[in-house]
């Protein structure tokens, strides 16, 4: 069974502060594996697809990386405005169509 | 980024009636959407996937005479609660995707169900 884990499950930062979270899967053939940002009440707003171990994006203070066994979303020097949920899914062989899998997310605030 | 549009954004209905939720992608078109629900602090569950001109697939658990799923045209599906109850109440999230040089997911901004 397709498996996603993401931690910490809650992350406080100081504002400047860089760090990681950590998405860790067992799947049956990954065919992607996203990271979404979440604002309470909202609905999960994109930021980075990838697909093959070795990968890096980056987006403004984001980067994704990603192995063969997990995936890390580096926040550098974050701001207040980065607190939010940040979730990682799966799209794997087993999934019916290009349907998500997602972990639980990391909950992060960053103080002032 | 490309824009899905979930209307409305909450709903309160009262036990034993149905609400429709609306899920439209405003600047492409979509062959397939997707229906998921969240529970607080919970993560998205995939309850349907939903295929324009075709009947949707349920996943496992997820009653199909429940939760009604309506693919019209390649920017619209429907999702129908009907004879809501409050166990029912949740956060119902739409997505559809673009397929380009990466495929990107797009998410809809949610509705806030709550039966009362």
């Known amino acids: 069974e397709d498996q996603v884990t993401q931690s910490p499950e809650a992350l406080r930062l100081q504002e400047g502060e860089s760090s990681s979270l950590n998405c860790s899967y067992t799947?049956?053939?990954?065919?992607?594996l996203f990271w979404y940002r979440q604002d309470p009440g909202k609905g999960p707003e994109f930021l980075f697809t990838?697909?093959?171990a070795g990968e890096e994006k980056e987006k403004e203070r984001l980067k994704a990386t990603l192995t063969k066994k997990e995936s890390f979303l580096h926040i550098t020097a974050p701001k207040p405005e980065d607190s939010a949920t940040y979730l990682c899914a799966v799209r794997t062989n087993s999934n019916s169509g290009y349907a998500l899998n997602f972990g639980k997310g990391t909950s992060l605030l960053v103080t002032p | 980024g490309a824009v899905v549009s979930q209307h409305p954004s909450r709903v309160i209905c009262k036990s034993g009636t149905s609400v429709k939720i609306e899920c439209r992608s405003l600047d492409f078109q979509a062959t397939t959407m997707f229906w998921y629900r969240q529970f607080p602090k919970q993560s998205l569950m995939l309850m349907a996937t939903s295929n324009e001109g075709s009947k949707a697939t349920y996943e496992q658990g997820v009653e199909k005479d429940k939760f009604l799923i309506n693919h019209a045209s390649l920017t619209l599906s429907t999702l129908t609660v009907t004879s809501a109850h409050p166990e029912d109440s949740s956060f119902y999230i739409c997505?559809?995707?673009?397929?380009?040089?990466?495929?990107?997911?797009?998410f809809g901004q949610g509705t806030r169900l709550t039966v009362v």
């Open positions: 990838l697909y093959s």
């Open positions: 799947v049956s053939g990954l065919r992607g």
């Open positions: 997505s559809a995707e673009l397929t380009g040089r990466d495929t990107e997911a797009f």
